[in-house]
């Protein structure tokens, strides 16, 4: 199996564009800049959409872990492909113990899970209850992805508003979560500001990308601004 990971190596390593290496290493800290090989986005996504036709690709994904970020980013685009809910979510949680940033969760959004919506609902709420950084990071965003429009319940953010976590990643995805919520749900989001649900970091982050947003009135973000914690 190793081998199709060092012909996979290869392949992205001839991809590699050091400047864009030197500048996206900066964005993930946690990741040794020498396991950053320098792959652009999209030319990796078009890269993983003819390689995960291929029975090299089902392969590769039983080779973890992984040595490099871009690898990990490979194998999340692979799964994105899977056209079988069931064999998508087994390779997804089988998948996200190895998942070590923020980019390679956020960049992982399987195509299935819009039409599994409420099966993929069930998994969410264990996910969310993990011990794992990024088990729980990807929880919250595919209840930002999944559930904020004609599916919302005031049950999905009371549930991430429940989640207590030292981790930078896991407070950032919760203060984007309720500054997302806030812009398409704004009056029933608003109490858990006003309330302050969240701890003073985090609540004070999801105003701060709140007020950035172009999607909230500026009255709005006016009042939000006074909903502050000193």
């Known amino acids: 199996?190793?081998?199709?990971?060092?012909?996979v190596v290869e392949s992205l390593f001839s991809m590699q564009d050091l400047e864009y290496k030197r500048f996206h290493a900066k964005l993930i800290p946690n990741v040794d800049e020498e396991l950053v090989i320098g792959v652009r986005?999209?030319?990796?996504?078009?890269?993983?959409?003819?390689?995960?036709?291929?029975?090299?690709?089902?392969e590769f994904i039983q080779t973890l872990p992984?040595?490099?970020?871009?690898e990990n980013n490979l194998h999340g685009f692979i799964l994105e492909q899977i056209k079988d809910y069931d064999e998508c979510i087994a390779e997804v949680e089988r998948f996200l113990p190895y998942v070590d940033n923020w980019a390679t969760c956020?960049?992982?959004?399987p195509k299935i899970f819009q039409k599994n919506r409420v099966r993929l609902l069930e998994k969410i709420k264990v996910w969310i209850k993990s011990d794992d950084t990024y088990t729980i990071r990807f929880a919250i965003e595919m209840l930002m992805k999944y559930f904020l429009d004609d599916t919302f319940d005031m049950v999905y953010p009371k549930m991430v508003s429940e989640v207590k976590s030292d981790e930078y990643y896991v407070n950032m995805m919760i203060a984007w979560y309720f500054a997302t919520a806030l812009a398409k749900q704004y009056d029933w989001i608003l109490p858990f500001i006003e309330n302050k649900k969240l701890d003073k970091w985090t609540h004070n982050k999801a105003i701060q990308k709140a007020v950035e947003s172009r999607r909230i009135?500026?009255?709005q973000k006016d009042y939000l601004r006074t909903l502050k914690m000193k």
Do not use: C, G, V, W
């Open 1 to 7: 199996m190793r081998n199709i990971e060092n012909k």
């Open 41 to 58: 986005t999209p030319a990796l996504r078009k890269f993983a959409k003819d390689f995960a036709k291929t029975d090299e690709a089902k």
């Open 217 to 219: 009135a500026q009255e």
């Open 106 to 109: 956020d960049l992982m959004s």
């Open 66 to 70: 992984h040595k490099y970020y871009e």
